[in-house]
């Protein structure tokens, strides 16, 4: 018997050929028509930026800052971007803002995320009241952040000279040593309330139950958070936590307003710098290098994002 | 020969034309600016200039706008003309939209056939949005620029050419200064609409209170450094307003005065003949003034901590609250402490009242070498056919436009609150009579035009100001370099950005 035949000679076990990828898309073609209009359009205002920043950085732009007579120059951008030591200084400077930022704004949102959970009187105002910095605009923030902080007028130093913490106010942002330092603690009241709002969201999936039997089994709090809360929170802090260092290492506004990435360089980040070197220097050329750089980096930390996602669907699938 | 070989020597070719263009540009351009002071006879006699000989010419002569401009082009020309600029906002006084909007009347009432499409865009936005509309094609035919906006645009050839003669003036009727701005590769791109400059502000009280003289301001910028200290060890608070704030236009108006009447400059803008060739930011003149700076911020600590972050928006409410006791400031400052003085309430009232019964305005301090302060305001400018929405420029209705804008009349009634008729025939106007009997101060900022230098005629001048010539102040009083180390490294910078380099 031919069926019979076959199937002994493909042997248990071993799974039906899958059909080509051209035959599986034709099947699925309903699916991808209706993405179609998604995708056209992502390539227009995606995909052709980013094919002409790619082109552009390996140009130079002419003195007369006209881009039709940009000149094709290779790598030489790169290689004058990456052996410039304020690369490494600004890459430096990206580096400790994003990690700072990200790990005190997630442990912050953590731990209000963690007291949030808790019933008890004024749970809602509470949750309102610390969700105001991550609504509130971002610009007005940083203004009234610089006033706060502000060398001769600040609130701040003015405290600390009223309550006899300094004799001066203290000089926040308009020195090299601190400046960028005081930026992240703005960066980090200001988002901050979005780790909490993720992790509040990933407590509710903790199973009520489990917490209460590890308690019956005398677990105490660290216990019960470390055994039984914290692995349920481990997929939504991967999520969190790489969406915060892809927004750590997007962040332009704050450094931009408060101090333009001042003094002396001292807190110009990743974006600041591509800014300044693209649109008010208009080195569209060296820019768009830098753009490049970043946005390889950015598309690394991407495919983590995705892979974090898509193990989270794995495991639900059981597969 | 190998590719990268014939690279580099179609780049240095390159270099060696942009250089050659460059000078050939400054030096058509110096010779054309400096002839006008030499051989042509101004419109007014500028060697004459001050308070009193402003206020001598106000009012003695009657211009016919309407009679000038249509032997240009016929009063019963029909055609149509598109336009943008900075007109009046919300915040503008009264009297700014009520000239915009009887020149539009007037216009009208002279030109009735022609038609106008006009855009009003704010400052910040302008720039940007006639780059794409470039782009696309669809720009206006007349557009209005901050002073050193059309340099770009000429560069990259967008413009047409434009002189005065073009609508029935001469060079001669206005600043040579000002048309030295709209020259790029010898060739003129447009007309100056308003020029100004700022003067010198100070708080009489506080300068009495610290031992000085309060109705004399300091005559060298060494006698402001002195004075500063002086202040700040006696009273406490800040002397100078200094500004020192990165990408911030305020920093480069407030701080190349200084550097230019010390002798230096970010190239040679300051000299008869600018050429345009080789930084200046490493020479002794601007040594001296990075060195006045870091002692007034670092030394003596007589200027605001705040200044690396400052723009001159927060210089005014340390001013108004009789904590800082002199700035450069813009013709508008006065009006502005006004305003301030006006909403503030209870203590702060009095302290507001009494800083503006003592406010006065002088002349920027001088140095070793000169007076000097940034020639700043606008100029109106044709776009190319061939950029304009619609591919054709109505000429005849562009000139109509334009000359009645640059006339003696509406030069200076459209810059009543805050600038100068850019046509030197507008000093004479019963207008600017006007305005200097209700303006305070207008004649002692108006009295600074003469010593006005503008920035470099160069595509790339917004970089070297509003970059490289703060970072050197930065990295002066921040202690992260040297004054010389400072010097070197800013002009290595602008050398590199003149010969092409990232």
Redesign the interface.
Known sequence: MSSGQAIFTDGPGTAPRRPGLFSRMWKQRADYLYVLPAIIVMLIVIGYPIYYTIDLSFS?T?????LSDK???GL??YV?ILTSPNFWKVTWQTLVWTVLSTIFAFGLGLGAALSLHREFAGRAFMRGLLLIPWVISAVAASYVW?WLY????GAIGALMVQIGVTDE?I?F????RTSLYALIVVNVWKEFSFAMIMLMAGLQTVPESLLRAAQVDGANAWQRFWHVTWPHLSGVSMVTILLLVVQNFNSFIIPFV?????????THIWITHIY?IAF????W??GAAYAVILFILMMILGIFYVRALTRGDATRAGT | MTTSRYRESALAAMRRRTLLKYSVAAIVAAGWAGGFTSAMAQSVDLSKWSPEYIRSIAGTETFDTAGTCGKVVPNDYAGKVSYWYTGPFEADPVIAHEQDAAFWEAFKKTYPNIETDVQSITYNELLDKFRTSLLGNAAPMVIRLQILGGVEFAAKGYLEPLKPEDVGYTTADFWPGALKSVTWDGVGYGIPTNNETMGFIWNAKIFADAGLDPEKPPATWDDVVAYSKQIHDKLGISGYGLVAKQNAGNTPFRFMPTIWAYGGGALDEASENPTYEKAQLNSEGTKAALQAIYDMYVRDGSVPTSALTNTQAENQAPFIGGQLAMMIAHPAEYARMLDLASKATGADKEVADAVVENMRYGLIPEGPARRAVVFGGSNIHVVKAEYVEGGVVDEQAVKALICMWTSPEWSTKLAWVGSNPGNLGGFKTEWMKERLDTIKFLDVTTSMLPSGIPFPVLPYAPEIMNIIVPDMMQNVLTGTMTVDEAAEDAAAKVDALSSGGI
Do not use: Y
Request: no cysteine.
């Open positions: 130079r002419p003195t007369t800052l006209k000149t094709f120059v030489q951008n004058a610089k502000h060398s001769d007028f106010p000089n942002i308009d020195n090299t408060m101090t333009g990435g001042g003094p002396a360089g001292s300044e008010q220097r208009q080195n050329g060296a």
